[in-house]
Every structure is written in C-alpha cells, then in structure tokens.
C-alpha cells in the first residue's frame, strides 16, 4: 500500500568533533524508519547544530496521514530549523528524515516570484498534465480568479498569502509545511485565512505541519499540538474538540492555560 | 474633495473620484517643462547676442546661427549622414562585442563559485586599468585601422555590464532561491526564472552606464586617428579653426547618447513591468 515516493531524504551525517571519527553508516541506517500506510512523515534522531549550539538534539516526530499537527515553542526553540530539515532546505541536518508524497511550503512572507504573473507563479516547476488549468482551479479556490493576471507586487497581503498558499496547494502535496503564513497578516484577515486554511485542508487532505508562536492559532486549527523545548519534543496534546472551534469551548480553554504554562507564560490572574 | 466629501457625508453612495487628482497632476507637468526651457533659451540668446557684436570671435566659438546653417549645409554634403554612420558602426560593433564579453564573464563568474575565482580577479584586475592609457599599445597591436577603436569601445562596456550583471546574479534574493528548491526547480530552471531574471534591473542598469562609456571611448578612439567618422570631422575642423563645425560634431554626439539613453530606458520599461506597475500605484 505504502508507494515509497522518494521524497526529500536527506540523512546527511557531518563529523564535527574533531580528531572523533564518527561511525557515520550506522547513524543512516538506523535512523531511516519505515513508512506505514498512515504515516506521511517520520523523523528520527534529528539533531541540527550551528557552531556549538545545539538547536535539534535527536527529535523525533510521525506525522500521520491527513493530519493537522501545530508545533509551538518559544522563539529560538528551532521550529523553523524543524520546517526547513522537513522541506529539504537544510542539508547540514544529522539523523533520519522520511517524507512518503511530495512536500509544499508557505512561507512567513509570501515570496511569490515578483517578475512573474500569480498565475505563472503557481506553475512554476508545475509537472502535472495542464499546469494553467490547475493554477487557474486553485486560484479560484482561494479566491483570487481574477487575480491570475496581476503582478504579484500589486497583491495586497492577504492577497498574497492566499496566492502562496494556492501556489502550495496547488501541487497536491502529501505533506504541507507552514512556517507562521499568518503571522503578519491583520487580524481580519488571518481569521478568513484560517478559515480559507480548514477548508482547504478539508477538501485535499494533506498532512499539515503549521509553525506558529500563535497558542490560538494553534488551538483552533491542529489535531494535534506539539511543544518544542531543548531540542525536542516536550509536550503534545490532541485536540479533540469539534471544527469549528471557538476561543471559549472548555476544552480549548483548559488546554490554553496548559500550554501556556508549557511555552513558560506565567497564567494571568492572582496566584 | 470637500463636495465630494459632503455629498457622501449627506447619504449619498459617492466614491472620492481619484481621476480629477490624478488630472490636475498631469496638467502641472507642460507647465512645468515650458518653464523649464527659458533658462537655457536665455542663454543661446546671449550667447547669438554676444556673437553678433562681436564680444565673441568666431574662432573660439561660433554663433548659434553659424550652428545651424553649417549643420544644414553638412546634412545637405552628405558629409554628416557619412561621419555619422561611421561612428555608429564602430560604436554597435564595439558595444555588441563588450556586451558579449562582458554579460557572459558575468555569467560564468556569477553562477559558479570556480567560475568567480577565475573570471572576477582578473576582472577586478583589469578594471583598475585606465584603458584610454591603453590607446598607445592599441596601436601598436592593431595599427591604426577600424580595429583599435572597436576594441577600445568593447573594453569600455564590458566592464559596467560585468560589474553590474555579477552584482545582480549575486543579489538575487536567496529566499527565492529557497522557494525554487521547495518547488522542485531544477538547476536550469532556476537560473532561467529566478537567477537572470532577478539580475535584470542591474544588468539594466549596467547597460545604461555602458552606453556612456561607449560614446566616450568612441570619442577618444577617434581623436587619437581616423580619416573617416565624427571625430575625425571634428579634428579636420580644428585644422581649419572651424569651431561651427566642432559644436555641430559635439551636438551630434549627446544627440545620439541621449537617443540610445532613451533606447534602453524603453526597454527598460517593457522588461520590468512587474515592477513597473508596483511603483505606479
């Protein structure tokens, strides 16, 4: 069942410590796990170093098919570092890393190709039968029809987002990474973006992986909630409540004041 | 604005109107460009003032109307359309040439890091050099044909082109780069839709400043030796202390710089539409 598309495995294992010789093929073999049906990415003993400090420190992290997992930590904690061993730009990453379907990002800032046209921004790199149609479909699902034409600079914002993440989504990834896309939107907007997100989600199916310093955010969209701290994974939570989700369901509010104290915010209120 | 304001204020669904604004900043743009025509109209004035009461001799400079009719006479000789066609060709053949160089040095330097430690030292090296210093080995090189001029005006474009397409490569946006990779571009393609396309508005820029240069090496080249072309019909001039037909060269010369000026800033306009529009709004 499990077609192993070979996706962006990097298992690269850099000795650093000098004079050590690091048995390097044990480290990729054993790091390397095997998919299940289920599961769309799986990483082992992730361990990201710049210079001496140590950011990743063997994480380890499945996510499962369809699944919309929010990974919160602490600003430096290394989730964008997570995002981008995930997306294969990081190359100097140690441990096992496999993805089972193709992998799309939407970054914090749109970066849509500003010398060319929305539309074309969505097939660029495009392999699928009729790219211009399939950009045209998603363009009007996220409801920039009439925008296809525009240059991407005269986007407002939201707009751009919106282009970016149809630029995603457009190439029906198995896996979609999101480092923080709603983060410099206003708050008008990131509430229909969200919404736009969900529904998104709902009508393809892919397995999310949002990055967000946003607790909810988080706590409105994920399945699953996972805190990064010291290199790994600290904390996890499933959401269990049903979409949509509003700020005050009990549960929701339970889970806030847990997380916050996860993430090292001092709840408010006298002690 | 405050009608507008006001019928909206009582009820009504008026939109502010942007167009009467966007007229009225039009309308100052003639006036403004007539007003700016008086100062240098003063000054050939006097200067045709001066001539005529003979403050001025002729063989320093030759009044304005002496200009024009000796312009007039040299269309009509045939002698100006030949000098100019001269000068053009070694011009375009010497542009195309240092345009070829210097676009594709930037090219292999830019794109590879072996490429740079090859192609920039020497570049940089080169590029200290004063190459009007070099006319003597010119010469000496290639004689005193078509040849050395060309070359001179190659040499002179190439770097502008260089410096700025190498600088445009290099500062092309990595976060672009990076959403081609997670785009799955391959090497050709990124260098097609991200890299040179990037690297466009500098390389533009480089044009710019390379057509200068090339009308001013040209205009070295040809006062050093010609028998043919505008300088040489300048320094024939200076022979015969013919100071008319010196201005009329010099005119003919920031005539044709400000036509290839106005040529790329066409072209600029068409290629960077994308930014273009942006800058409109």
Redesign the interface.
């Known amino acids: 069942m499990a077609a192993r598309v070979p996706g962006p495995v990097s298992a690269t294992v850099s000795a650093q410590a000098p004079g050590a010789v690091r048995p390097a093929a044990t480290v990729a073999a054993t790091a390397v796990a095997t998919a299940v049906a289920t599961v769309v990415a799986t990483v082992r003993g992730l361990t990201r170093r710049f210079g001496d400090r140590t950011v990743l420190d063997g994480l380890d992290l499945t996510i499962g098919r369809g699944e919309f997992v929010a990974l919160l930590g602490r600003s430096g904690s290394g989730k964008s570092t997570l995002l981008r061993a995930l997306?294969?730009?990081d190359e100097e990453v140690e441990g096992g890393l496999e993805v089972d379907g193709s992998?799309?990002?939407a970054?914090q800032?749109p970066?849509l190709?500003?010398?060319?046209?929305v539309r074309d921004n969505l097939t660029?790199?495009?392999?699928a039968p009729d790219p211009a149609g399939r950009a045209e479909a998603a363009l009007a699902e996220v409801g920039l029809a009439d925008r296809a034409r525009a240059?991407?600079?005269?986007l407002s914002g939201g707009e751009a987002q919106r282009a970016s993440l149809a630029?995603a989504l457009v190439?029906e990834p198995g896996l979609l990474l999101l480092d923080e896309p709603f983060s410099a939107l206003d708050a008008l907007t990131r509430i229909t973006v969200h919404r736009l997100v969900l529904d998104l989600w709902a009508a393809h199916g892919p397995a999310v992986l949002l990055v967000t310093h946003d607790v909810d955010e988080a706590l409105l969209l994920a399945d699953r909630i996972l805190v990064l701290d010291g290199g790994r994974l600290a904390h996890e939570w499933t959401v269990a409540a049903p979409r949509p989700r509003h700020r005050d369901h009990p549960d929701l509010l339970t889970l806030r004041a847990a997380l916050l104290s996860a993430l090292g915010v001092t709840p408010e209120g006298p002690a | 604005m405050s009608v507008v304001q006001l019928q909206g204020e009582l009820g009504g669904a008026v939109r502010a109107d942007p167009r009467p604004r966007l007229r009225s900043a039009t309308a100052r743009g003639p006036r403004r460009g007539w007003h700016r025509w008086i100062s240098p109209l003063v000054v050939v004035l006097l200067w045709q003032l001066a001539s005529v009461l003979g403050l001025l001799p002729a063989r320093l400079l030759a009044a304005p109307s002496q200009i024009a009719a000796t312009a007039l006479d040299l269309v009509r000789s045939g002698t100006l359309p030949t000098a100019i066609a001269v000068s053009l060709e070694r011009v375009l053949l010497g542009f195309a040439a240092g345009a070829v160089a210097g676009v594709g040095l930037a090219l292999v330097a830019g794109l590879s890091r072996t490429g740079e430690n090859a192609v920039d030292p020497i570049m940089q090296m080169l590029r200290a050099l004063p190459f009007f210093g070099l006319i003597p080995l010119f010469i000496l090189w290639f004689g005193i044909g078509e040849t050395p001029k060309v070359l001179l005006v190659a040499l002179a474009v190439s770097f502008p082109l260089y410096l700025n397409t190498f600088a445009g490569i290099r500062g092309v946006d990595g976060?672009?780069a990076?959403?081609?990779?997670?785009?799955?571009?391959g090497r050709t393609?990124l260098v097609r839709?991200?890299v040179l396309?990037?690297a466009?508005p500098q390389t533009l820029v480089g044009l710019r400043q390379s057509l200068g240069v090339a009308w001013l090496a040209l205009i070295v080249a040809e006062q050093v030796n010609a028998d043919a072309g505008l300088g040489y019909m300048i320094n024939d001039a200076r022979e015969f202390l013919r100071t008319d037909v010196i201005v009329v060269g010099l005119l003919v010369y920031s005539a044709l710089g400000l036509l290839t000026d106005a040529l790329v800033r066409l072209l600029e306009r068409r290629a960077l539409?994308?930014?273009r529009?942006?800058l409109a709004?």
Not at chain 1, 124 to 127: H, K
Not at chain 1, 151 to 154: E, I, K, R
Not at chain 2, 178 to 185: P, S
């Open positions: 997306a294969g730009l992998v799309a990002v970054f800032e970066r190709v500003p010398w060319k046209r660029l790199g495009l392999t240059w991407p600079l005269t630029r190439r | 976060k672009l990076e959403v081609a990779r997670t785009l799955r571009l393609a839709h991200i396309p990037g466009l539409v994308w930014r529009e942006f709004r």
